[in-house]
């Protein structure tokens, strides 16, 4: 196939505008917010963006004093911008690291600092606070208001008499760091309450934290307490993620408390009983790739094929279900694998509570070239405190088949600006026929032509409903031109027909436009509807109206009305009539809410196509 040289030399500039384009970079980084709560996470978005697409691996995650670092997530946009006719593309690679605070304060976040192709990239510094969580003020209510929660045993005594304390109580006394702990709440009272609010929660160093369980009713049952009966009541279950060891302080609980008094209500603040964490520290010799997972886990891995065609991807999964710390720990890096690009790890978690559940890690495994490959089991560890040790899996290896793609694989980068619009050489180039250029086949441009008039008709009927749907009053009035035009056209050929349906054609098409054009009511008498015309139509087009309908009405309705001569006469007044109204284009328009100009000028020629009557 003999290629026109000219047209070679017009890609050039294209080719050149893609060389220069494809230099041009930004990193810019970011927090997703920069107040957080002790219970929220920290996200640090670093973003690349560029003319052509990035195979980059994701820079390192920063470390931040008195943050704890989880997770990175990554993804990837494209867009596409068209502007006097020339197209530019840019694409943009986006990474979400993920961090858990461990005290209040005002934090500065340092900037990531990486290389792409030898050039320093860097972005400025960025800043934190971390709060109190916000108070909870929504008060929890007795589950039944109207019943006494204590019953006959407190029949006849004061309601205000008694007392009422919050209670801090550890589901286990110590822990390693890491190990969530849950710190459950509870309202002990011998009083009448009615309700309780959360006023503040003050934390401590040394952990992070995050809310288990918060019952929106006081659902109450009978304990003893120093040898005193009380009813107790959950207010709300924390779990606690310890950060270093030693004895740590949970956090202290004020809430208030409502009850019944003889005759009012009384309100009473109360604190929580400080009580104390014992935190053990990770004994030594962490297995290497240990990420921070500390809990009771089981572990399995899976692949998705054992035999797949060049292009192809391999989807690698761990799946880890227990119960531990999966806010805490990160997923473990794929082991090292030559001819194969292997993507960040995706976490899906599936948890019935913070603490417990299943977390499912995909590695998505491209290969680079076809043959037989052994792809390495994955291997994970975590601190078992069951057993009080470490704990390793560690994968079987995969046995994977990598067969060349079929020739239709070849051209899924076609389309991909930054991929070279060539084919492997697998076949020889005498068994490819020429095939002619579509552009030269007539039915190319007959098929371009009706899509393009495909395109015009559905703008208009577009634009039809939009401006019916925007603007009522203006689609009536434009649509009256159109009915105008429709019922003289119909009057004219019964005109010629001699037919004495003339009248009636004639009749009902100039009412039908008035009520469009000018809001009138339909089904009024002669005099009335032109009463409602008079200052919204000139007095002597009112009286021409007037005219011409009483015509119509003899001619319909009187003996000998519709002769041949008047017939004729009343055709010339019809369309003395309508040139009038066409000649008029400065009408005020005063629809049923209120007046207002006429935006679309009154021309029966120019609202049919320019078609006369």
């Given at each position: 196939m003999v290629v026109n040289r000219f047209r070679l030399w017009l890609l050039v500039p294209f080719l050149l505008a893609g060389a220069l384009g494809?230099?041009?970079?930004?990193?810019?980084?970011?927090?997703?917010?920069?107040?957080?709560?002790?219970?929220?996470?920290?996200?640090?978005?670093?973003?690349?963006?560029?003319?052509?697409?990035l195979q980059i691996d994701?820079?390192?995650?920063?470390?931040?004093?008195?943050?704890?670092?989880?997770?990175?997530?990554?993804?990837?946009?494209?867009?596409?911008?068209?502007?006097?006719?020339?197209?530019?593309?840019?694409y943009t690679l986006s990474y979400t690291y993920f961090y858990n605070p461990q005290k209040k304060g005002k934090f500065s976040i340092p900037g990531f600092q990486f290389r792409i192709d030898k050039r320093l990239y860097t972005t400025p510094p960025m800043q934190v606070e971390v709060v109190d969580m916000p108070s909870s003020r929504a008060p929890q209510y007795n589950f039944n208001p109207y019943v006494d929660p204590y019953g006959a045993d407190y029949f006849g005594r004061n309601r205000s008499a008694g007392e009422s304390l919050i209670l801090c109580q550890l589901q286990t006394p110590a822990v390693f760091v890491g190990e969530p702990a849950i710190a459950s709440y509870y309202l002990y009272t011998n009083q009448m309450v009615e309700s309780f609010s959360t006023e503040m929660e003050k934390d401590y160093e040394g952990y992070g934290k995050s809310n288990f369980e918060q019952p929106a009713n006081l659902q109450y049952e009978r304990v003893t307490y120093k040898g005193e009966r009380y009813q107790r009541a959950l207010i709300k279950r924390i779990v606690l993620y310890p950060q270093v060891s030693?004895?740590?302080?949970?956090?202290?609980?004020?809430?208030?408390?409502?009850?019944?008094?003889?005759?009012?209500?009384?309100?009473?603040?109360?604190?929580?009983?400080?009580?104390?964490?014992?935190?053990?520290a990770l004994p030594g010799g962490k297995p290497a790739g240990y990420t921070g997972a500390v809990g009771n886990f089981s572990v399995s891995q899976s692949f998705s094929e054992s035999k797949i065609t060049q292009g192809d991807a391999l989807i690698c999964t761990i799946k880890i279900s227990g119960k531990g710390n999966f806010s805490q720990f990160t997923a473990p890096a794929f082991p090292s694998l030559a001819k194969f690009q292997v993507s960040?790890?995706?976490?899906?978690?599936?948890?019935?509570?913070?603490?417990?559940?299943?977390?499912?890690?995909?590695?998505?495994?491209?290969?680079?070239?076809?043959?037989?490959?052994?792809?390495?089991?994955?291997?994970?560890?975590?601190?078992?405190?069951?057993?009080?040790?470490?704990?390793?899996?560690?994968?079987?290896?995969?046995?994977?088949?990598?067969?060349?793609?079929?020739?239709l694989s070849y051209f899924s980068g076609l389309l991909q600006s930054d991929r070279p619009m060539t084919m492997n050489p697998l076949l020889a180039r005498s068994v490819y026929p020429k095939y002619r250029n579509f552009s030269a086949s007539f039915w190319f441009w007959l098929v371009f032509a009706g899509c393009l008039a495909s395109l015009a008709v559905s703008g208009w009927l577009t634009l039809e409903r939009r401006l019916r749907r925007l603007d009522p009053n203006a689609y009536a009035q434009k649509t009256a031109n159109r009915i105008l035009n429709k019922y003289l056209h119909k009057a004219t050929e019964a005109a010629a027909a001699m037919s004495p349906e003339f009248y009636t054609l004639a009749d009902s098409g100039l009412i039908d436009y008035l009520v469009k054009k000018f809001g009138v009511s339909r089904g009024l008498a002669t005099q009335e509807l032109l009463a409602e015309l008079e200052g919204k139509v000139p007095a002597p087009l009112v009286a021409q109206v007037g005219e011409f309908l009483e015509l119509c009405q003899k001619a319909r309705?009187?003996?000998?009305?519709?002769?041949?001569?008047?017939?004729?006469?009343?055709?010339?007044?019809?369309?003395?009539?309508?040139?009038?109204?066409?000649?008029?284009?400065?009408?005020?328009?005063?629809?049923?809410?209120?007046?207002?100009?006429?935006?679309?000028?009154?021309?029966?020629?120019?609202?049919?196509?320019?078609?006369?009557?």
């Open positions: 494809a230099q041009a970079l930004k990193v810019s980084s970011y927090v997703a917010e920069d107040q957080i709560t002790l219970s929220d996470q920290l996200q640090v978005v670093l973003e690349i963006s560029s003319d052509s697409r994701a820079p390192p995650a920063l470390k931040i004093p008195f943050f704890s670092y989880r997770n990175m997530r990554n993804s990837s946009s494209s867009e596409m911008n068209i502007f006097n006719g020339s197209m530019s593309r840019s030693g004895r740590l302080q949970v956090p202290t609980l004020t809430g208030m408390v409502q009850f019944s008094g003889t005759y009012s209500f009384l309100n009473k603040s109360v604190d929580s009983q400080p009580a104390w964490l014992d935190v053990r960040e790890p995706s976490v899906q978690d599936k948890l019935a509570n913070p603490i417990e559940g299943t977390r499912l890690i995909y590695y998505t495994l491209l290969p680079q070239e076809t043959g037989d490959f052994q792809i390495p089991g994955l291997s994970f560890s975590w601190f078992n405190t069951a057993t009080g040790s470490y704990s390793s899996f560690q994968g079987q290896p995969q046995q994977l088949a990598v067969k060349p793609s079929n020739v309705y009187m003996p000998g009305g519709g002769e041949a001569a008047p017939l004729m006469d009343a055709l010339a007044k019809l369309r003395q009539l309508v040139q009038a109204f066409s000649r008029n284009r400065t009408l005020t328009f005063a629809s049923k809410n209120g007046g207002g100009k006429d935006k679309s000028p009154l021309s029966v020629n120019e609202s049919n196509g320019g078609e006369k009557p």
